[in-house]
C-alpha cells in the first residue's frame, strides 16, 4: 500500500501499477473521515495508518455504491462500531444490492459490480449541500445513479470518486482508456457523466483526488481536456 499526503488529505492506494484502488482519510478535528473503504483486503491498511497518523475514524463516507469502493465496509464496521456510514440516497439502494431505476432516470442498466452480501446500511443519507465534517456533498451522477463527490471547504481539494479516471490518462467515466478501461466499462450513462465533469469543474478544485490514479494538483487543465474528449466522443457542443 501506499501513503500519499496534500495537506488535511491522505491517499491510500493499492496495486498503483496494475490496477490502483484509492481511499482517503480526511483529517478533521475530531478524528479522521475515510472517504470509500476499498475492496475487502484494504481494511488493514486503513486501520493501520488511522493508527499511524493517531487518530480514530469518526465517518465513513463512500462516493457510490460499486464493490471497489465498498469492499472493506462491513469489516471496518465491526471494527470501528462508533463510526457513522455516509452514503447518497440514491446509492444506498446500490449498497443494498438494489439495481433497479427510479422514475424519471434514465432507464439504463446500472453496470459495474453492485454488491449482494454487504450487511451494512448508512446511518446518514446524503444529498446535495450536505456537510459531513469540513467536507461539501455534491451530486455527481453518470458513473452511478447517485455518485458523490466532495469538496473540502478548507483547502479545495475535490474528492470525485469515479466521475473522473486519472490512471493512464485523465478522463471523464464512460470514456474508454487504453490500458485501463474499467471505470468506463462500469458507467450507468455517460451524458449524465459528462455534465457532473462539467459541474466539479466549476467547483475550481485545488486538487482532483480520484478512485483510480493518482491526485493531481492545479487539475482544471487536465479536467478540461477530459471534457472535451467526453463531449467529442459523444456529439455534444459545449458551451
Request: hydrophobic share 40%.
Amino acid at each position: 500500500m501506499r501513503i500519499r499526503q496534500y495537506e488535511h488529505l491522505y491517499q491510500l492506494t493499492w496495486m498503483p501499477k496494475l490496477f490502483p484502488v484509492n481511499c482517503y482519510l480526511v483529517e478533521e478535528e475530531d478524528g479522521l473521515t475515510l472517504i470509500d473503504a476499498g475492496m475487502g483486503f484494504c481494511a488493514k491498511g486503513i486501520l493501520r495508518t488511522a493508527a499511524e497518523l493517531g487518530r480514530p475514524i469518526t465517518r465513513i463516507v463512500l462516493t457510490h455504491g460499486h464493490g471497489d469502493h465498498v469492499g472493506a465496509l462491513d469489516s471496518l464496521v465491526r471494527l470501528l462500531p462508533e463510526a457513522k456510514v455516509y452514503i447518497s440516497e440514491r446509492d444506498a439502494r446500490l449498497l443494498a444490492g438494489d439495481r433497479s431505476l427510479l422514475p424519471g432516470e434514465v432507464q439504463m442498466p446500472v453496470k459495474g459490480a453492485v454488491p449482494k452480501n454487504v450487511r451494512t446500511r448508512a446511518d446518514v443519507l446524503l444529498r446535495e449541500g450536505d456537510r459531513i465534517g469540513a467536507l461539501t456533498a455534491l451530486n455527481s451522477p453518470g458513473h452511478t445513479p447517485g455518485s458523490m463527490s466532495f469538496q473540502d471547504t478548507r483547502t479545495g481539494a475535490l474528492i470525485a470518486g469515479d466521475a473522473y479516471q486519472t490512471f493512464r490518462r485523465t478522463a471523464v467515466s464512460g470514456t474508454i482508456v487504453p490500458g485501463f478501461p474499467f471505470p468506463a466499462m462500469a458507467t450507468w450513462h455517460k451524458e449524465s457523466a459528462l455534465d457532473s465533469a462539467l459541474k466539479l469543474l466549476k467547483t475550481k478544485p485545488t486538487l482532483l483526488a480520484v478512485g483510480h490514479g493518482d491526485m493531481i494538483a492545479e487539475p482544471a487543465r487536465a479536467m478540461e481536456s477530459a471534457i472535451a474528449q467526453a463531449a467529442r466522443l459523444l456529439g455534444k457542443e459545449l458551451a
